[in-house]
């Protein structure tokens, strides 16, 4: 893959991740999309909104799409990255269980190196 591609890809991937984030951050929380803290594990002062993961991702998404060559590893990252977006959203609503969470981790990492 040509370098200078790729550094293009890396960088438009930063800074849509840097102007997506906040806008993600003002869309939980204006929706009430938040995580509250409960005074036993979620210990942080005031809540925190979800959906930074989903910024990310789409910035993710657009730099693998600058690629433009599809190849195994091409696929593995996209599969990878799409099993850690959606651990990581189910996750954030309650619905795992620590376990289940590094399992759906190991995974997105053996599918990685597989390819």
């Known amino acids: 893959m040509n370098a200078v591609i790729l ?3 890396f960088a438009l991937a930063l800074l849509l991740g840097l102007y997506f984030t906040p806008i993600a951050r003002q869309a939980a929380l204006r ?3 938040v995580d509250h803290p409960d005074g036993h ?7 925190v909104p979800y959906l930074g993961g989903i910024a990310v991702f789409v910035a993710y998404l657009v730099g693998l799409g600058m690629v433009r060559t599809f190849s195994s590893l091409l696929l593995g990252l ?4 799409t099993l850690t977006l959606l651990v990581g ?3 954030d609503f309650g619905v795992l269980t620590p376990f289940a969470k590094l399992i759906g ?3 997105a990492i053996f599918v990685l190196l597989r390819s």
């Open 7 to 9: 550094s293009l890809a």
């Open 41 to 47: 594990l979620k210990l942080h002062g005031e809540p």
């Open 105 to 107: 981790q190991a995974v």
């Open 78 to 81: 996209l599969l990878a990255g």
């Open 89 to 91: 959203l189910i996750d």
């Open 31 to 33: 929706f009430g999309i």
